[in-house]
Structure formats: structure tokens, C-alpha cells
């Protein structure tokens, strides 16, 4: 007689994927947490009850200690950092990410003294499962608060002083590079640059972009002019670049604000563009195309950016090893060259 082989347990993976949900979401209906949609907690439901699923006690005593949120903290004290572009679409790529995985989303700013605390006093107080960090300055106090807290954290873009272990970032390095070999290809031989702040992981990856290229094509990197990635800002460096290198001939912006900033300079100064000066930004944002002439730049998945951010934290979460990844760009050409 042959002996019948002992019945497999179900497994929480079982009850998700019969579920339909992710393993997150069967992990809070099962332990009764709060924040998951009815859909999906009926959907967990009836699964428990087809597969026969017998939760573990061990995994349910860690998993309804589980918050239901996670926070996203950007290293910026000015509210008006919710209106920018980019992060606009950064939280929209995060809260939509998080909507999936059924957490809630809480956002942080945080670059004073007072604004670091309250993130410390979240993280201590377990009131968030997991941290995004993004926009951290060389040698940020809250760098110190991603090694130390056995949450996990997730940085958005590397930071200058140090290897996270976990990070979604963009090719800044290949992307600035692009940028400034487009204008070499296209005639222009006096390449100049708007470089963001030097002290921050994005404004020296962008610099160093554009050095590279300069030198892989047997030229000598001029200078740069540091802007703070707004308009203001790229027209004031230009103004500067045009009186220290009045010779000119084309200018990789760091951003598109700065872009913008800059061809308002140009026009200011009687330098057409793209006749005299070739002009190339760095997002892909929407001033990149209403900008007078619409603006060549490099395009950045900046909602894929919030996106896997989130999956990685979630990953995280779930006990799983992600490793760090690096999203690609590409030039989008118009008028500006």
C-alpha cells in the first residue's frame, strides 16, 4: 500500500497570491491591522478560508506590531518644496506605490533642528514601519539617524558621505555626461556648466558628468557656476559664466529650473538660442517645454523614482534583501540645440 504523503500547509505567500493581494496586505488582514481596503480584506478572507491557512503564532505577535505607514522625509525646511516639480512627482510615485501596499504616507521636512526631532521622535515611537530619506546634504544630521534606528530606510539618491545599503537612485553621473557629449556632437566645443549645490549627492554627480565628458573628448572643463536648482538661480550663474567665458558656446544646466533661468540670461544678453548657444537642461520636467526655446534635457523617471523607493522599503518590510538600484536617463532633444 502506498503511504499517503503528509498535506503541505498553507502559507501566507499561498493566501496572497490566491488573494490576489500583495504579501503585505494578506500579513495586516490576518493579524487584524488597520488601513487595508474591504475589497481586499473580503478577497484575504475568502482566501483563509478556501486554503485552510493557520496563521503562525510567532509571525502574528511580530506582525500586529506593524504601524500600517511609512514616511517620507526630505531634507528641506521651505514648505514650497511640496509646489516643485520634481518632488511633486516623487510623492505622487510613493503614494501611489503605497496605496498598493495598503500603508499610509507620511511626509516629513526635515532640515532644521526642530524637524529632525520630530522624525527621531517618529522613528522612536514606531509610529512608521519603514523611512524614505531624500535631498541630504554632505555630512546630514539624519544620515546618522539612518544608521542607528533598526527601522528600515530607504534613500532616495545616494548620499556623498557613505554607502547606504539600501537606495533608488537616477544615473546622474551618465546622464550629465549624455547631456554635455550632446552639445560636443552638435558643434559645440566651449561647454560650460550650471552645476547645483557641490554638497549635495545630485550637484556633485551632475558636475562630474560634465567634467568627464569634457575630458573623454580632449577638452579642458571650465569652471563651474553653482545654482540652487531654481530659476533665479540659473539666470544669476549665467550672468556669471557669460562674463568669465564670453566665448561660450553651449551650457549643460544641472536642472531644468536652471535652464530656464539660463536662457532667460541669454536672451537678456543678445545670445540666441540655439544660433550662438546650444542649452541643455536636466529633468524633463514641464518648464522644459514651455521654456522660449523649448529646452533639450535629460529625462528622469522621477515617478519611478517614488515608486521603487516604496517596493524597496516594502521588500524591506517583508524581510527580503533588494539590492540598490540605478534608473536610467535619456536626452529628449528640442529647440534649445
Not at 93 to 117: P, Y
Request: charged share 25%; with cysteine.
Amino acid at each position: 500500500m502506498t503511504e499517503e504523503l503528509p498535506q503541505r500547509h498553507a502559507t501566507l505567500d499561498d493566501v496572497a497570491a490566491q488573494a490576489g493581494v500583495s504579501r503585505t496586505v494578506a500579513s495586516r488582514v490576518i493579524n487584524g491591522a488597520p488601513h487595508v481596503s474591504q475589497a481586499k480584506r473580503e478577497a484575504v478572507e475568502r482566501a483563509i478560508r478556501k486554503l485552510g491557512f493557520v496563521p503562525n503564532p510567532k509571525a502574528r505577535a511580530l506582525a500586529t506590531r506593524q504601524a500600517g505607514a511609512a514616511a517620507l522625509v526630505i531634507a528641506q525646511d521651505d514648505p514650497g518644496v511640496l509646489a516643485d516639480p520634481f518632488f511633486a512627482q516623487v510623492m505622487v510615485g510613493v503614494s501611489g506605490a503605497l496605496e498598493e501596499a495598503d500603508l499610509h504616507m507620511m511626509l516629513c521636512l526635515a532640515a532644521t533642528a526642530r524637524g529632525r526631532e520630530r522624525v527621531e521622535q517618529l522613528v522612536r515611537s514606531r509610529a512608521v514601519d519603514g523611512v524614505m530619506l531624500m535631498a541630504l546634504n554632505e555630512d546630514d544630521p539624519l544620515a546618522r539617524l539612518a544608521k542607528e534606528t533598526p527601522l528600515p530606510v530607504v534613500f532616495g539618491g545616494r548620499p556623498m558621505d557613505f554607502e547606504p545599503r539600501w537606495y533608488v537612485d537616477i544615473d546622474n553621473v551618465g546622464g550629465a555626461r549624455t547631456a554635455t557629449e550632446h552639445l560636443l556632437v552638435h558643434g559645440r566645443s566651449r561647454v560650460v556648466t550650471i552645476c547645483g549645490p557641490l554638497n549635495t549627492g545630485v550637484g556633485d554627480s551632475r558636475c562630474r558628468g560634465y567634467r568627464e565628458a569634457m575630458v573623454l573628448a580632449g577638452l579642458t572643463p571650465r569652471p563651474p557656476e553653482q545654482g540652487d536648482f531654481s530659476e533665479a538661480g540659473g539666470e544669476a550663474a549665467m550672468y556669471r559664466l557669460l562674463e568669465a567665458h564670453p566665448d561660450l558656446d553651449g551650457v549643460f544646466a544641472a536642472n531644468d529650473n536652471m535652464a530656464a533661468g539660463a536662457l532667460r540670461a541669454l536672451h537678456k544678453a543678445g545670445r540666441s538660442v540655439p544660433g550662438e548657444v546650444g542649452v541643455v537642461g536636466f529633468d524633463d520636467l514641464a518648464v522644459a517645454q514651455s521654456a522660449e526655446p523649448a529646452l533639450t534635457t535629460v529625462h528622469q523617471p522621477i515617478r519611478d523614482l517614488g515608486r521603487e523607493m516604496v517596493r524597496m522599503l516594502v521588500g524591506v518590510i517583508a524581510g527580503q534583501a533588494p539590492s540598490p538600484l540605478i534608473l536610467p536617463t535619456h536626452v529628449v532633444r528640442r529647440a534649445s540645440t
